[in-house]
């Protein structure tokens, strides 16, 4: 999470990344403006939100003229690897999911094999993963496994 998500716009397109994420609460007074530099760099916008944010305040970005294209909830609090996941950021996702069927919601913080299920029950259709993978002595299996469980739900 950085403080202005504007300043990083253009190198992270040089770099030539592919999306753009970023948090809600650091870009209320720019986000629409933030959303068209994203896209005109070629880069697929995302708005991420912090456990103690309530979910409508993503509402207007995905409604907007400008839409982003995915939406992240944080499941644990930004700022470092090995949080336990919190369950119940789940409510946040099944209201996406069921307000917007099919916007791409990721979560991030806390999966791993013992979490995987419930996420991708609620809705979840994209993962990140740090510690569960790097940390495993198999990191494709633990991969393989959550992958499975996205596209069975």
């Not at 948090?23 to 994203?38: C, F, G, M, T």
């Not at 697929?44 to 103690?52: D, E, F, I, S, T």
Request: hydrophobic share 40%; charged share 20%.
């Amino acid at each position: 999470m950085v403080t202005n998500p504007m300043d990083y716009v253009e190198p992270f397109g040089k770099a030539g990344a592919s999306g753009f994420t970023f948090h809600v609460e650091a870009s209320k007074d720019n986000w629409q403006e933030l959303v068209q530099r994203i896209k005109l760099k070629g880069m697929r916008p995302g708005v991420a939100l912090k456990p103690g944010t309530p979910i409508e305040d993503v509402y207007p970005l995905v409604d907007g003229e400008n839409p982003v294209e995915m939406v992240l909830v944080m499941t644990v609090e930004p700022g470092f690897g090995g949080q336990k996941f919190m369950p119940e950021m789940m409510e946040k996702v099944r209201a996406l999911r069921e307000k917007y069927p099919s916007l791409d919601i990721e979560v991030d913080g806390g999966l791993g094999p013992s979490t995987i299920g419930v996420a991708a029950s609620a809705g979840a259709n994209c993962i990140v993963a740090g510690s569960s993978v790097f940390g495993a002595s198999e990191p494709a299996q633990v991969i393989s496994l959550m992958r499975k469980s996205v596209d069975e739900a």
